[in-house]
């Protein structure tokens, strides 16, 4: 969280703006507060972005997503300016890091909590789905580490799941390293293609490092479709699950349902080309 600067809003929307979130590809995330005291997080497009119609409408259905999705695993929308100056959308505001910074901090995630970090995605997972709708970019910097579970953020990518292909040919959108091959390909993508990035988060929040490595975009591209993930230190049923979900194949892959009720060994939940950032 950083001090507003010169230049920046005071007010969007009827909330009072405090301070700076974070920033993106899409946009500047501001955490502001409603006149009755309730703490948002308010996402303020780049004016340059909604110049373009393509934009709009993908910021539209970004915002029909997130309302759509909206349960204890999300970040529920509060409100949202789809045709103002600027474009802004506001959720509830989550204390608590997200899944990059966590690990950055402290490192790789015992087992016990990356089995409570399952169960809750999956749990959003299947919200998301249940609405018909597919997330397309889970990632950790789009997984936020609250006291009472995860939530997801970011709807920016998300599709209805009888949608084609997102992009036109010789574009991959989403993040390399946690996108399915099919989707870095330009295929076409369903539900297992969130199943695969639930296996490389949670790939990621067990190891603290990227599944697939880091390096130029295309090499990283090139691994997740045709190399196997750097699961070192993995053993037992934490790594059976996360290599099930890292199948080339979708079909391969286990469905939600396969693990709705994501736990530990034990049975118990725990307490605790073109590629890049689209936030």
């Known amino acids: 969280m950083e001090p507003l600067v010169g230049g920046d809003p005071a007010r969007i929307g009827g909330f009072a703006?405090?301070?700076?979130?974070?920033?993106?590809?899409?946009?500047?995330?501001?955490?502001?507060?409603?006149?009755?005291?309730?703490?948002?997080?308010?996402?303020?497009?780049?004016?340059?972005l909604a110049e373009h119609a393509e934009f709009r409408?993908?910021?539209?259905?970004?915002?029909?997503?997130?309302?759509?999705?909206?349960?204890?695993?999300?970040?529920?929308?509060?409100?949202?300016g789809t045709d103002d100056t600027p474009r802004w959308i506001a959720t509830v505001y989550v204390p608590g890091p997200t899944l990059d910074v966590a690990v950055a901090r402290t490192g790789r995630m015992p087992d016990g909590s990356v089995w409570a970090l399952a169960a809750g995605l999956v749990e959003a997972l299947q919200a998301i789905h249940a609405a018909g709708l597919l997330h397309r970019d889970l990632k950790p910097s789009n997984v936020l580490l609250a006291a009472d579970?995860?939530?997801?953020?970011?709807?920016?990518?998300?599709?209805?799941?009888?949608?084609?292909?997102?992009?036109?040919?010789?574009?991959?959108?989403?993040?390399c390293g946690f996108m399915p091959p099919e989707q870095a390909e330009g295929g076409k993508v369903g539900q297992a293609g969130d199943v695969f990035a639930l296996g490389a988060v949670l790939a990621f929040a067990s190891t603290g490092r990227e599944p697939f490595g880091q390096?130029?975009?295309?090499?990283?591209?090139?691994?997740?479709?045709?190399?196997?993930?750097?699961?070192?230190?993995?053993?037992?049923?934490?790594?059976?699950?996360?290599?099930?979900?890292?199948?080339?194949?979708?079909?391969a892959r286990p469905t939600l349902?396969?693990?709705?009720?994501?736990?530990?060994?034990?049975?118990?939940?725990?307490?605790?080309?073109?590629?890049?950032p689209t936030t």
């Open 149 to 175: 579970g995860p939530k997801v953020i970011d709807f920016g990518l998300s599709r209805t799941a009888d949608a084609t292909a997102l992009t036109g040919a010789g574009t991959a959108l989403g993040t």
């Open 215 to 251: 390096g130029p975009p295309l090499a990283i591209l090139h691994r997740v479709v045709n190399g196997e993930p750097r699961l070192d230190g993995l053993h037992g049923p934490l790594r059976l699950l996360i290599s099930a979900c890292l199948a080339k194949d979708p079909a």
């Open 57 to 80: 409408h993908r910021f539209r259905r970004e915002v029909a997503a997130a309302r759509a999705a909206s349960g204890a695993f999300t970040a529920p929308v509060v409100a949202a």
């Open 17 to 48: 703006l405090h301070a700076r979130l974070g920033a993106g590809g899409m946009g500047r995330v501001f955490l502001g507060q409603s006149p009755g005291g309730l703490a948002v997080a308010v996402k303020v497009v780049h004016p340059h």
């Open 257 to 276: 349902r396969n693990f709705s009720n994501a736990s530990s060994p034990t049975g118990t939940r725990s307490s605790t080309p073109r590629c890049g």
